[in-house]
């Protein structure tokens, strides 16, 4: 098997002079066949990072290359580190997963760039990447979602399928349940306590558009899922598509916590809350949230002083009394299956375990919609019932692999702006408004459509080419 070392180039001579040498020298100590692609874009346009691999690729393939790596010129894989550029026999394999640039660590849960190997045959089913990103952002993510759409990706899903499984479906507008106080619902927020919902949210574009980092007008906006009123306590779900914890002290200090979810996707999330330690702790489908990665806030998380008791006010799903009518933030639009709160904190074990296993002990609100005997009071939801698949957190298949990043200007965010300003907006808003949502053929914009005009080829050395091209 022969690997295409494919990589996108312009003016980065130091990195080329260094990246040539070393990576080759460690690539013929895994007794890897190779040869190495470098395409130069010398036009005057902006940088074009999926073209120029594409076109790298078709190169690589046309020398009858059996499989490739797209690799960024300043990532060195380091000796001992464990990057391995074998042959991806059933899906492509991210393998720059620990980046010296990060002190080791993912730049963020779904990254997709660095180093990533694809057989011929990943390459032609994704159609590689798209060439209508241009200077600089999210050609890498395009192409991680192209995995998605071609089930090439690492999904996995919680080991228990609920079969028949109802729930209510709220409509955004005015659809919302209510769960009358009971005495033995006093103080259950302001003690140590667990609150658990299985929910599947939907965003509301028409009220709210979804967060871009790149818009001027943004701003976070949140629906609530479960919901007590006054310094408003519960889950909710953000318009940058994450699900939330917010809950409050008796100094009206606010405490935040948040995971990142995908609409349309069912979700079980667990908040603990230990009174004694003063730590909440927040789960995604029984796995504690990592604030590694740009994955979510830390957990656990400490608070101060004792938690605020809401008395006996009543509480709600899908909507909050504390939103007037009129607002685009009142209603959650999505489904709730089940929610339970206990009067203890549950150990990790019992976070884990909750899809298999419902505690009974300090079992204070059991609402699951399966049960007849719930208590609430529904307006305006809609009875569904459907076999139920909770899937895992979308990751790329990896192989971790440690890489020495080489100094270079930082073009990604920068003080909470993009450093490249309206062109890596754009690039934002056709990957989460167009490709995200399914709006663009990805068949018809790839390496197969790639169109290019060949300057030059130059031999650096017996297994390095520049490839000079103009788009």
Not at 42 to 47: E, M, R
Not at 95 to 112: G, N, P, V
Not at 174 to 192: G, H, T, V, Y
Not at 409 to 429: L, M, Q, S
């Amino acid at each position: 098997m022969k690997l295409g070392v494919c990589v996108p180039y312009r003016n980065r001579e130091m990195h080329l002079n260094e990246f040539v040498p070393k990576v080759g020298k460690y690539l013929k100590g895994q007794g890897i066949d190779f040869q190495m692609y470098f395409c130069d874009q010398v036009d005057d346009k902006l940088f074009n990072r999926g073209a120029t691999k594409n076109i790298a690729a078709k190169h690589a393939f046309e020398d009858g290359c059996d499989y490739i790596v797209w690799h960024d010129i300043d990532m060195i894989p380091e000796e001992g580190g464990g990057a391995d550029y074998s042959f991806p026999k059933d899906a492509p394999r991210h393998i720059a997963t620990q980046i010296s640039q990060m002190d080791y660590q993912l730049k963020y849960h779904e990254y997709f760039g660095g180093a990533v190997l694809f057989s011929k045959e990943h390459v032609y089913a994704t159609n590689g990447y798209s060439n209508d990103y241009w200077d600089w952002g999210m050609e890498d993510d395009d192409l991680f979602w192209r995995c998605q759409l071609e089930g090439l990706t690492n999904q996995t899903y919680v080991d228990t399928e609920l079969k028949s499984q109802r729930y209510k479906q709220f409509d955004g507008d005015k659809s919302f349940i209510k769960i009358p106080f009971q005495k033995k619902m006093r103080s259950l927020n302001s003690r140590s306590h667990t609150l658990s919902v299985l929910l599947r949210a939907r965003q509301q574009p028409e009220k709210n558009p979804i967060f871009l980092i790149g818009s001027n007008q943004r701003k976070y906006v949140e629906y609530p899922v479960v919901r007590v009123k006054g310094y408003d306590y519960g889950i909710g779900f953000n318009n940058s598509r994450t699900v939330t914890l917010t809950y409050w002290n008796t100094f009206h200090q606010h405490n935040y916590m948040w995971v990142k979810r995908y609409d349309e996707y069912w979700t079980w999330v667990t908040a603990v809350f230990d009174t004694f330690e003063r730590k909440s702790h927040f789960y995604l489908n029984g796995s504690e949230v990592d604030s590694r990665g740009g994955y979510g806030t830390h957990s656990p998380l400490s608070f101060t002083g004792r938690l605020k008791n809401y008395g006996s006010e009543d509480w709600y799903l899908g909507t909050t009394p504390s939103e007037p009518d009129d607002s685009t933030i009142k209603y959650f639009k999505g489904d709730i299956a089940k929610v339970f709160a206990w009067k203890r904190p549950l150990g990790k074990k019992e976070v884990e375990n909750l899809h298999n296993n419902i505690p009974k002990d300090e079992l204070i609100i059991d609402l699951d919609f399966n049960d007849p005997k719930s208590e609430f009071k529904e307006y305006a939801t809609i009875n569904k019932v459907e076999d139920i698949k909770v899937p895992n957190s979308i990751l790329p298949h990896r192989v971790e692999g440690k890489f020495r990043c080489l100094p270079h200007e930082d073009e990604g965010i920068v003080n909470g702006k993009f450093a490249k300003g309206e062109t890596t907006a754009r690039n934002e808003r056709r990957y989460v408004l167009q490709m995200q949502q399914e709006k663009i053929a990805y068949k018809e914009d790839g390496i197969k459509q790639v169109k290019y005009e060949l300057v030059s080829e130059e031999k650096l050395t017996p297994w390095a080419k520049m490839i000079n091209i103009k788009l």
